[in-house]
C-alpha cells in the first residue's frame, strides 16, 4: 500500500559528501509519513541491514555512533520525502542505503540507493 523510493546514492571520494532522498507514496501515505518514525538504513556486502539514522514525528534525532556527527536525517512534510544529507563520508560508509520505519513492522523495502566511497 506504500512505496518506498531510495535515489541520491552514487560514487564519492573520502571525505565528500551525499546527500539522499526518500520519497514514500501510496494508500494512507500522508497520514503515515506524518505519525511514523522513519529511519535510514544500510546494508555493506555480506553484513546485516543495520538502522543509521532516524527521526521522530516530533522532529527527534537519533543517529548510530559510527555516523553520528557526519549524517543528517531531515523530514519535509509537504513533499512526503525523507533526507539523509552525509557529509565526511569514508570508505566504511558504502553500502546499499535504504529508507523504511525507524521501528515496528517494515513496509515493503525499497531497491535502495548505492552509495560508494572510494579514493
Known amino acids: 500500500q506504500v512505496q518506498l523510493v531510495e535515489s541520491g546514492g552514487g560514487l564519492v571520494q573520502p571525505g565528500g559528501s551525499l546527500r539522499l532522498s526518500c520519497t514514500i507514496s501510496g494508500t494512507a501515505s500522508r497520514i503515515i509519513f506524518s505519525i511514523n518514525a522513519l529511519g535510514w538504513y544500510r546494508q555493506a556486502p555480506g553484513k546485516q541491514r543495520d538502522l543509521v539514522a532516524s527521526i521522530g514525528s516530533d522532529g527527534t534525532t537519533n543517529y548510530a555512533d559510527s555516523v553520528k556527527g557526519r549524517f543528517t536525517i531531515s523530514r519535509d512534510y509537504a513533499k512526503n520525502t525523507l533526507y539523509l544529507q552525509m557529509n565526511s563520508l569514508k570508505p566504511e560508509d558504502t553500502a546499499v542505503y535504504y529508507c523504511?520505519?525507524?521501528?515496528?513492522?517494515?513496509?515493503?523495502w525499497g531497491q535502495g540507493t548505492q552509495v560508494t566511497v572510494s579514493s
Open positions: 523504511n520505519w525507524a521501528k515496528g513492522l517494515f513496509a515493503s
